[in-house]
């Protein structure tokens, strides 16, 4: 039961999309598997941060986790890759190819240019865990339980699951987390460096929500820019290339870009001459 109006977007099977005051929701909703995501998941996932990202009204996207309603000790975020479904290559959906789609997933969220906020309602485990290290900032009930098991179900995921997570608690913790596949508690995690604030499981929506209408209240286009350079560096050239496409995106409204587009349709030699040339 929620506190806010949210507004059912589109329909999907196995997540759910919901809108309200500039706020999207997406909540990965397979509860009775701890919310452990299939190829259906991931790509209803995709789908509905492409439309949040599209959505001109949207500011911030919220990702969580269903909640059974049992013990607040007993819900879950996302327990990672559903391993009833784990093939020999990847994930086998309804269409029989196994897929690590989830890498897709990751990708977008890291360019998806609005802040995206984990709402972890519970365990954060395996690539549930890196899902929540992808967001820009993770909010966490104080009975959210976070860590990796790949090591243990023979997995593994030594992109972002390793260098990212290593980029934000430091070298050592993280391979104490993946070499010895423990679970961290809410508290520990903040101590860690991992998540932004710990509240009382009941009022983590509220305040995330809270948190998401006080980045609303900011320049979209500054804060753009501040999610596209925080990830430049630690996703290289492809982070390169989204803080510049960011500037080109800049770019293209000022009279300077215009200039020359017009000139070429115009058919004439453009005339930058009117622009300043800024020290
Ligand atoms: C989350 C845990 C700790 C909760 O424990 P709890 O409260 O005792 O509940 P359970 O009784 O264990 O679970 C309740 C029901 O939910 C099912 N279930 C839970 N998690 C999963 C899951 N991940 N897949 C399928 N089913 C799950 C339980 O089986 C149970 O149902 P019943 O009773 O009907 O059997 C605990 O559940 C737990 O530890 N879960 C497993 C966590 C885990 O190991 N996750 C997988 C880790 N690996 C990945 O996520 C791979 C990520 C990935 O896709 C990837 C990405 C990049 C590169 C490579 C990979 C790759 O695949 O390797």
């Not at 560096?233 to 020359?260: N, P, R, S, V």
Request: hydrophobic fraction near 40%; include cysteine; aromatic fraction near 10%.
């Amino acid at each position: 039961m929620s506190d806010f109006e949210w507004k059912r977007g589109k329909e999907y099977r196995e997540i759910v999309y919901e809108t309200f005051d500039g706020i999207a929701k997406i909540t990965i909703n397979r509860p009775e598997r701890r919310n452990a995501f299939t190829p259906l998941t991931v790509n209803e996932m995709y789908d509905a941060f492409s439309e949040a990202r599209d959505d001109a009204e949207i500011g911030v996207i919220i990702l969580t986790g269903a909640n059974h309603g049992g013990r607040h000790e007993d819900e879950a975020f996302c327990s990672g890759g559903d391993q009833k479904i784990r093939g020999n290559g990847g994930y086998v959906g309804e269409d029989n190819i196994p897929r690590l789609n989830v890498l897709d997933l990751q990708r977008l969220m890291r360019i998806v240019p609005k802040p995206i906020i984990a709402m972890v309602n519970g365990y954060a485990i395996g690539g549930g865990h890196i899902l929540h290290l992808l967001c820009d900032l993770s909010l966490a009930a104080d009975t959210a339980k976070f860590g990796q098991t790949g090591p243990k179900v023979g997995s593994f995921d030594a992109g972002y699951g390793a260098s990212y997570l290593a980029a934000i608690v430091g070298q050592k913790k993280a391979r104490e987390i993946w070499y010895l596949c423990r679970q961290y508690t809410a508290a520990e995690a903040l101590e860690m460096g991992m998540v932004n604030k710990v509240v009382p499981f009941d009022e983590l929506e509220a305040e995330t929500v809270a948190w998401a209408r006080e980045i609303l209240q900011w320049s979209p286009t500054a804060l753009r820019f501040m999610k596209a350079s925080f990830n430049a560096a630690t996703d290289g050239y492809a982070g390169l290339a989204q803080l510049a496409g960011d500037a080109t995106l800049l770019y293209y409204t000022t009279d300077e870009a215009k200039e020359g587009r017009d000139a070429f349709k115009e058919k004439r030699k453009p005339d930058f001459t009117q622009f300043p040339k800024f020290p």
